[in-house]
């Protein structure tokens, strides 16, 4: 199953908090650094975070200290935390797996108010 799904956009204030999960098969999750990139409206994908097999992390300076990107080894998921979310952080998320393919999940809306 090469497929990644992922939950947890909706709508929130500003300043509020949100979860987003991406959830895959342990074939693909063992071996790929995982991501999550957005796109804005009328933007590029960009990176938002990613984490890689052995939990490094790296993040985009827009989100630095208010997002925190982890993995489940077990439940073979990958998260993004949240907090203190901005109108600019409105896009569509989208969760990737990394090896020596690259996957995408089909994205998930963040939509915050201000």
């Known amino acids: 199953q090469e497929q990644l799904v992922e939950s947890g956009g909706g709508w929130v204030q500003a300043g509020g908090s949100l979860t987003l999960s991406c959830a895959t098969s342990?074939?693909?999750?063992?071996?790929?650094?995982m991501g999550w990139y957005r796109q804005g409206p009328g933007k590029e994908r960009e990176l938002v975070a990613t984490i890689t097999p052995y939990r490094i992390t790296v993040y985009a300076d827009s989100v630095k200290g208010r997002f925190t990107i982890s993995r489940d080894n077990f439940q073979n998921t990958v998260s993004l935390q949240m907090n203190s979310l901005k109108p600019e952080d409105t896009a569509i998320y989208f969760c990737?797996?990394?090896?020596?393919?690259?996957?995408w999940g089909q994205g998930t809306q963040v939509t915050v108010s201000s």
């Open positions: 342990q074939s693909i999750f063992s071996r790929s650094t």
């Open positions: 990737n797996a990394r090896s020596i393919r690259n996957l």
